[in-house]
């Protein structure tokens, strides 16, 4: 499955090290070309001659140790490698990636890479529930970085949570899907709506919503990582988009509704995952309105434009996909939703569930289509969900040729 993929495992130093034998040695048995990198601390738990045997390549565990004369070491393995695999990756290592350090082999063999990076932490649960560790992970993650979720369970130092590295069969089947994917998407244009929109009162007022664009820039890294040509629509958001992708600016509904219709008839997929205000105030002031003697103060407000009711009736071949946040019913009002707007799949969640909620990092996510409830998917990261909801649309567009009805 992996056969001519050329791999670069980096090597971390934290007792999950045992495991990085036999995950090179299943790399290699896929038919990759394995190189190694191990950090000082990392030879501690396993010797670089195992390493060495199993990836039958010399192993890399300092800078300035050149092997050939020919070749820059750490400049040689960057340009090398299809994909650099850091696994385990200690929270000292998140740190040095997230910032750019490069002070060992590892980190500045990274730095010079432009190659994807894959990484798959294994730490103590309080590390890596750590604000600053869990701000390393978002900041790699806006950079392109993807991620092997650790396991749960008994841990080395003898708690109990969430921390353990995911068995080698696992990162072989991620790294596996991590190419299966990558090219799923190439050349397909894909246009994504994410944030809240603003409606404004006066100069320094406004109306909103909760939406911190959070899904909708992981799902434009997803569409990113599998090779499309992304453009993200961006209203008012509390997340850093990610890199890569084309971003426009669009602050209200109108702005955002010319903003998507500029570019549709181009596009392949559209996903609408911004949370669009219903409503607008009918008169909007050109300056502060004051306070006045009245206890109580009337705003008129008028419709907005629906923009995913605009694209459903405008498709052309489009593969249109749509959000619903809801409180209740979840399924009776995302199949009502689903048909009235003529989507060809319909993204549902309970915002008021716990961890599925507009600020947070994680989402609980049900998938609609003509059909009704085509999967549903338990409490995940939103990275997670941006690509198995990716994978979906992938999968559904070449079934259907590429075109939507």
Aim: charged residues 25%; contains cysteine; hydrophobic residues 45%.
């Amino acid at each position: 499955m992996l056969t001519g993929k050329r791999i670069l495992l980096g090597i971390t130093g934290g007792i999950a090290a045992f495991k990085a034998a036999a995950l090179c040695s299943k790399l290699v048995q896929a038919g990759a070309e394995v190189r190694v990198i191990m950090t000082e601390s990392a030879t501690k738990f396993v010797t670089p001659l195992t390493l060495q045997v199993l990836s039958r390549h010399a192993v890399f565990t300092d800078t300035f140790a050149e092997q050939d004369p020919a070749v820059v070491s750490h400049i040689d393995l960057a340009d090398h490698a299809d994909l650099i695999l850091v696994a385990p990756a200690t929270a000292n290592m998140l740190a040095k990636l997230a910032y750019g350090m490069a002070d060992d082999m590892l980190s500045t063999t990274v730095l010079a890479s432009t190659a994807p990076l894959l990484i798959a932490p294994a730490m103590n649960v309080h590390m890596y529930e750590h604000p600053a560790v869990r701000h390393n992970l978002e900041l790699l993650a806006s950079r392109g970085a993807r991620f092997i979720e650790p396991g749960s369970g008994q841990l080395a130092c003898g708690y109990v949570g969430k921390g353990r590295l995911a068995e080698p069969e696992e990162i072989v089947l991620a790294v596996q899907s991590y190419f299966n994917q990558q090219r799923q998407l190439a050349g397909k244009r894909v246009l994504i709506t994410a944030g809240g929109t603003v409606e404004r009162i006066d100069p320094v007022r406004y109306l909103t919503n909760d939406s911190s664009g959070k899904m909708g820039f992981e799902i434009a890294a997803a569409a990113r990582d599998m090779g499309a040509d992304v453009t993200v629509i961006a209203a008012r958001s509390m997340a850093e988009p990610p890199t890569g992708v084309t971003v426009v600016r669009a602050e209200s509904a109108a702005d955002m509704l010319e903003a998507v219709l500029a570019r549709y008839d181009e596009a392949d997929l559209v996903i609408k995952a911004a949370a669009v205000a219903d409503y607008r105030p009918v008169v909007k002031h050109s300056e502060k309105l004051k306070k006045t003697g009245r206890d109580l103060m009337t705003l008129e407000l008028e419709k907005t434009e629906d923009i995913l009711k605009v694209l459903g009736e405008r498709k052309q071949g489009q593969f249109l996909v749509g959000f619903a946040a809801e409180t209740e019913s979840l399924a009776q009002y995302a199949m009502d939703k689903l048909e009235r707007k003529r989507c060809d799949l319909l993204v549902a969640n309970d915002v008021s569930a716990e961890g599925a909620g507009f600020h947070g990092d994680t989402n609980i996510v049900s998938v609609f289509d003509k059909d009704g409830l085509a999967v549903s998917w338990p409490l995940l990261s939103k990275r997670e969900v941006a690509v198995r909801l990716m994978a979906l649309v992938a999968q559904r567009m070449s079934s259907s040729g590429g075109d939507a009805s």
